[in-house]
């Protein structure tokens, strides 16, 4: 499964984007889309995950409210809607999927993209 991330760049603080996550999975609807975030220094963190048919969705508790998971099964391609941005969001953000596992854990996750930068001015 090949996944490509996009969307990222520059935006000042209280700023939104949008990042996507494409594949060319024909069974992509069968995997749980996760994204996750890695900035300088720290490990790579849990941002939220969305099931398989966008029943449930979960959320780290530094972006609930803020930042809103989606996914589109016909595009094969999964959303992150990221409103009122800090600097604190500044990172790497990573798309990815699983078929099993927990929801919040990296090692759960199958198959990454390869990440899309985002960064936030003050």
């Known amino acids: 499964v090949q996944l490509q991330a996009s969307g990222g760049g520059l935006v000042q603080a209280g700023g939104s984007l949008r990042l996507s996550c494409a594949s060319s999975?024909?069974?992509?609807?069968?995997?749980?889309v996760g994204w996750f975030r890695q900035a300088p220094g720290k490990e790579r963190e849990f941002v939220a995950a969305i099931s398989q048919i966008s029943s449930s969705r979960y959320y780290a508790d530094s972006v609930k409210g803020r930042f809103s998971i989606s996914r589109d099964n016909a595009k094969s391609t999964g959303y992150l809607q990221m409103n009122s941005l800090t600097p604190e969001d500044t990172a790497v953000y990573y798309c990815?999927?699983?078929?099993?596992?927990?929801?919040?854990?990296?090692?759960?996750?199958?198959?990454w993209g390869q990440g899309t930068l985002v960064t936030v001015s003050s």
């Open positions: 990815a999927v699983r078929r099993s596992g927990s929801r919040y854990a990296v090692e759960s996750y199958e198959y």
């Open positions: 999975e024909r069974t992509f609807s069968s995997y749980y």
